[in-house]
Nanobody, 124 residues
Framework: QVQLVESGGGSVQAGGSLKLSCAAS????????MGWFRQAPGAEREGVVT???????TIANSVKGRFTVSKDNAKNTLYLEMNNLKPEDTAMYYC??????????????????WGQGTQVTVSS
């Protein structure tokens, strides 16, 4: 089991920026990859971006050019830098760890380890 703790959410105006962090601890299996998902009220959870151990990334079209994912392997910490935020980015953001091939689909899966989430609110 991997324990994930997100931080860095908040409220910003459209066009602003935020940087989320996700600290991982526990059994960080070498086959695991990590990623960010989000869920807006009344909507299904959706994948935002995932990163594999070799650094390759899968990014949702809706955030391409605005969001950047990075990982500090020494600290077991995943980051999500979000720029030019839009009101439609408002959601609870979750960090996930799971099988790399599944995470690359950007689809949530019950087998993932999830963090508790951090709220991002973007006002117009």
């Amino acid at each position: 089991q991997v324990q994930l703790v997100e931080s860095g959410g908040g409220s910003v105006q459209a066009g602003g920026s935020l940087k989320l962090s996700c600290a991982a601890s526990g059994s960080t299996d070498s086959t695991y990859c990590m990623g960010w998902f989000r869920q807006a009220p009344g909507a299904e959870r959706e994948g935002v971006v995932t990163i594999e151990r070799d650094g390759s990334k899968t990014i949702a079209n809706s955030v391409k050019g605005r969001f950047t994912v990075s990982k500090d392997n020494a600290k077991n910490t995943l980051y999500l830098e979000m720029n030019n935020l839009k009101p439609e980015d408002t959601a609870m953001y979750y960090c996930a760890a799971g099988m790399c091939s599944w995470l690359a689909t950007l689809r949530p899966h019950a087998s993932y380890n999830w963090g508790q989430g951090t709220q991002v609110t973007v006002s117009s």
